[in-house]
């Protein structure tokens, strides 16, 4: 949709002005809808489009929504707008970063905007990375997740690495089949599901069903659910809602594929189940391989993979600590630990020119509740399922595993966004006064 209106007092200026106006509108139109479509948060979008409206002579505003992106220019010549049909469900860090710094190359004068156009469209056909390192990675990363929850058999750490890297194949093959947003993780979390039951029949997998659980916890959408958390603190409540609203649809995806998978099987998962206590020179170092299967399904460059690792890491051994040694919840240890990772990712990311969602989630994804989100899942199919009314215990427990699962949420939620947040404002604060 393309509107103007037009100024009728250089009737011979005109045409070139418009035409020029129309050229600058579709450079910033195509960086954004890079920029929306691949992960990077709402305020650096904002930013972006006044930043370089500003250095082609005009004023530039954007105004983003779940499935649409539409961008205002006002110069001389009148005003005009354009809408493109966009949904911000996917992360690709490499996109983010060569986007950006395209523009910081205009805005520095280094590349004119026809040069600067045709170096988007080059991005945006950028591949995603290879299915041999998507797969691997994927099956190391669940891996790393069933040792930090207390996977204690080698071969059940190689089920569950076989099953998430199968279920990788799957997801790239069916995204070249099918453009719903929901048929990968519920496909996946269904085949997660049925190696879990059989390694159950079999008596491979350990009292959490690890096996079933953590190729399904690679799956989860964390960067969504951390932008629209932000776009929520910022008041930006459309669109918050939007993206919470998508994650939250993906979980459930996941949640109903892997019930299934387990209910082809005869196998349920338990309502409750104890822990393990992980040393932490094995909880540790799965960590930072945790951290680099996301950095992995994010695109990221294997150049910039230590970056999130060490702060993962770090952030790991700091909820480690106050756990094992000063006896904090695991709500408790999820919020230092995210504090610690956000303190530390902010200004990276900012420095980086990379999405702070997912440098951030990559950063504290071996913290996610899905042991607890999916034990809830199946807890409450249980119920329903019950010919007679639920116990009080069977009740107590898919709540208790629930209100754990939200409250974690929330922690590492809060601990993410509030140094962001205070970060960001002392940042503009300082370039202001420059």
Same mark, same amino acid.
């Given at each position: 949709?393309?509107?103007?209106?037009?100024?009728?007092?250089?009737?011979d200026? /005109?045409?070139?002005?418009?035409?020029?106006?129309?050229?600058?509108?579709?450079?910033?139109?195509?960086?954004?809808?890079?920029?929306?479509?691949?992960?990077?948060?709402?305020?650096?979008?904002?930013?972006?489009?006044?930043?370089?409206?500003?250095? $082609?002579?005009?004023?530039? &505003?954007?105004?983003p929504?779940?499935?649409?992106?539409?961008?205002?220019?006002?110069?001389?010549?009148? &005003?005009r707008?354009?809408?493109?049909?966009?949904?911000?469900?996917?992360?690709?860090?490499?996109?983010?970063?060569?986007?950006?710094?395209?523009?910081?190359?205009?805005?520095?004068?280094?590349?004119?905007?026809?040069?600067?156009?045709?170096?988007?469209?080059?991005?945006?056909?950028?591949?995603?990375?290879?299915?041999? /390192?998507?797969?691997? $990675?994927?099956?190391?990363?669940?891996?790393?997740?069933?040792?930090?929850?207390?996977?204690?058999?080698?071969?059940?750490?190689?089920?569950?690495?076989?099953s998430?890297?199968?279920?990788?194949?799957?997801?790239?093959w069916?995204?070249?089949?099918?453009?719903?947003?929901? +048929?990968?993780?519920?496909?996946?979390?269904?085949?997660?599901?049925?190696?879990?039951?059989?390694?159950?029949?079999?008596?491979?997998? &350990?009292?959490?069903?690890?096996v079933?659980?953590?190729?399904?916890? +690679?799956?989860?959408?964390?960067? %969504?659910?951390?932008?629209?958390?932000?776009?929520?603190?910022?008041?930006?409540?459309g669109?918050?809602i939007a993206?919470?609203t998508?994650?939250?649809?993906?979980?459930?995806?996941?949640?109903?594929?892997?019930?299934?998978?387990?209910?082809?099987?005869?196998?349920?998962?338990?309502?409750?189940?104890p822990?393990?206590?992980v040393?932490?020179?094995?909880?540790?170092?799965?960590?930072?391989?945790?951290v680099?299967?996301?950095?992995?399904?994010?695109?990221?460059?294997?150049?910039?993979?230590?970056?999130?690792?060490?702060?993962?890491?770090?952030? %790991?051994?700091?909820?480690?600590t106050?756990?094992?040694?000063?006896?904090a919840?695991?709500e408790?240890?999820?919020?230092?630990?995210?504090?610690?990772?956000?303190?530390?990712?902010?200004?990276?990311?900012?420095r980086?020119?990379?999405?702070?969602?997912?440098?951030?989630?990559?950063?504290?994804?071996? $913290?996610?509740?899905?042991?607890?989100?999916?034990?809830?899942?199946?807890?409450?199919?249980?119920?329903?399922?019950?010919?007679?009314?639920? &116990?009080?215990?069977?009740?107590?427990?898919?709540?208790?595993?629930?209100?754990?699962a939200?409250?974690?949420?929330?922690?590492?939620?809060?601990?993410?966004?509030?140094?962001?947040?205070?970060?960001?404002?002392f940042?503009?604060?300082?370039?202001a006064?420059?």
């Amino acid at each position: 949709m393309n509107t103007a209106d037009v100024d009728q007092n250089h009737p011979d200026d /005109r045409s070139g002005k418009m035409a020029e106006s129309a050229g600058s509108l579709e450079l910033i139109l195509t960086s954004v809808h890079l920029l929306f479509a691949n992960g990077q948060t709402t305020r650096v979008i904002v930013a972006v489009v006044q930043k370089l409206g500003a250095k $082609l002579g005009l004023r530039a &505003s954007v105004f983003p929504r779940w499935g649409e992106l539409t961008v205002r220019i006002e110069d001389a010549v009148g &005003s005009r707008y354009e809408t493109v049909a966009v949904k911000p469900s996917g992360v690709d860090m490499k996109k983010v970063v060569a986007t950006m710094d395209v523009i910081d190359q205009v805005y520095d004068k280094r590349m004119d905007a026809t040069g600067a156009r045709s170096a988007l469209e080059a991005i945006s056909r950028f591949p995603p990375v290879s299915l041999a /390192r998507f797969a691997v $990675l994927a099956g190391a990363g669940a891996a790393a997740l069933g040792v930090i929850f207390g996977a204690r058999h080698f071969h059940s750490l190689v089920l569950i690495a076989f099953s998430a890297g199968f279920g990788a194949c799957l997801r790239r093959w069916l995204s070249a089949k099918s453009s719903n947003l929901f +048929v990968q993780p519920f496909c996946a979390a269904l085949l997660a599901g049925i190696v879990g039951a059989i390694a159950v029949r079999l008596q491979l997998s &350990s009292v959490l069903r690890l096996v079933a659980v953590c190729p399904c916890m +690679v799956l989860v959408p964390g960067p %969504h659910l951390l932008n629209g958390a932000l776009d929520l603190a910022r008041a930006r409540i459309g669109l918050g809602i939007a993206r919470i609203t998508y994650a939250s649809l993906v979980i459930l995806k996941i949640c109903a594929g892997l019930v299934l998978g387990l209910a082809l099987g005869g196998v349920s998962l338990p309502a409750s189940a104890p822990s393990h206590t992980v040393p932490i020179w094995y909880d540790v170092p799965a960590a930072g391989v945790a951290v680099a299967a996301y950095g992995t399904f994010f695109n990221m460059s294997w150049r910039m993979l230590p970056i999130p690792i060490l702060v993962g890491m770090l952030a %790991h051994a700091c909820r480690w600590t106050v756990m094992s040694r000063a006896g904090a919840s695991a709500e408790a240890g999820a919020l230092i630990a995210c504090f610690v990772a956000g303190t530390i990712t902010t200004p990276l990311a900012n420095r980086l020119r990379l999405p702070f969602a997912g440098v951030a989630f990559a950063s504290v994804v071996s $913290l996610l509740p899905g042991v607890f989100l999916f034990r809830m899942a199946a807890g409450v199919v249980d119920m329903v399922m019950l010919d007679q009314p639920a &116990s009080r215990d069977l009740f107590m427990q898919v709540t208790g595993d629930g209100m754990t699962a939200l409250l974690i949420v929330l922690a590492m939620a809060f601990g993410l966004i509030l140094p962001k947040m205070c970060i960001d404002y002392f940042t503009d604060i300082f370039f202001a006064r420059d």
